[in-house]
């Protein structure tokens, strides 16, 4: 008995869309802190995607796609674990929608400063102590690379939000990670240079 042919939905989820399997399983692990239940969550997602491939434009961003499937189960499976959600709101408080992030003092770029030299269970260990709106945006954004845009989309939130909660979430990790940089000998230059220049 022949097997039957593949249709074109098979054939773009296979092509645009299973490839994209590691990064999510990397991505809902770090939402969820456990293996099995991120292991359920890509299935989700994936069972999720097959089901409405009608809704999948061919050639577009997948891995955007996918994110938003996977990042709405997580949501929903937390809401039915907690039934109140803790929402975060920093930007409300902190007012930087418009902002030029790399202008701002003490911005810190995670994949030029962190990813690139220190990558390491103290890294790992202060994204995932970071408050769920924050810790996503920055897997999206440093380690996934998702522009402001994709993650507005993925997350939807608007741009500023994004902007606003990158910025918070970068400089808590700064903050984290500041006594564990010292330790492998990195220097806080800017911090000096600004001392000496006071000095003067």
Not at 102 to 113: C, H, I, Q
Not at 171 to 187: D, F, H, P, S, T
Request: with cysteine; hydrophobic share 35%.
């Amino acid at each position: 008995m022949s097997r039957p042919a593949k249709t074109q939905n098979d054939e773009v989820f296979e092509s645009e869309l299973l490839p994209h399997i590691d990064a999510l399983k990397t991505f809902a692990f770090h939402l969820s802190y456990d293996e099995d239940d991120a292991n359920d969550l890509v299935q989700e997602t994936y069972m999720k995607a097959h089901r409405f491939i009608d809704k999948y434009e061919q050639g577009t961003n997948a891995k955007a796609w996918l994110f938003k499937i996977l990042k709405n189960a997580y949501i929903n499976e937390y809401r039915k674990k907690s039934k109140r959600p803790t929402r975060v709101d920093f930007e409300d408080i902190v007012s930087y929608h418009d902002s030029d992030d790399s202008r701002v003092p003490g911005y810190l770029d995670l994949r030029e400063e962190i990813f690139a030299s220190m990558m390491g269970d103290e890294v790992t260990i202060a994204i995932n102590s970071l408050p769920i709106d924050f810790r996503t945006v920055v897997l999206l954004c440093d380690v996934e690379g998702f522009t402001y845009e994709e993650i507005s989309k993925i997350i939807d939130v608007p741009i500023g939000t994004v902007r606003s909660r990158l910025f918070r979430a970068r400089n808590m990790l700064k903050e984290k990670l500041k006594r564990y940089a010292e330790n492998l000998g990195y220097e806080d230059k800017r911090g000096r240079a600004k001392k000496s220049s006071e000095e003067e």
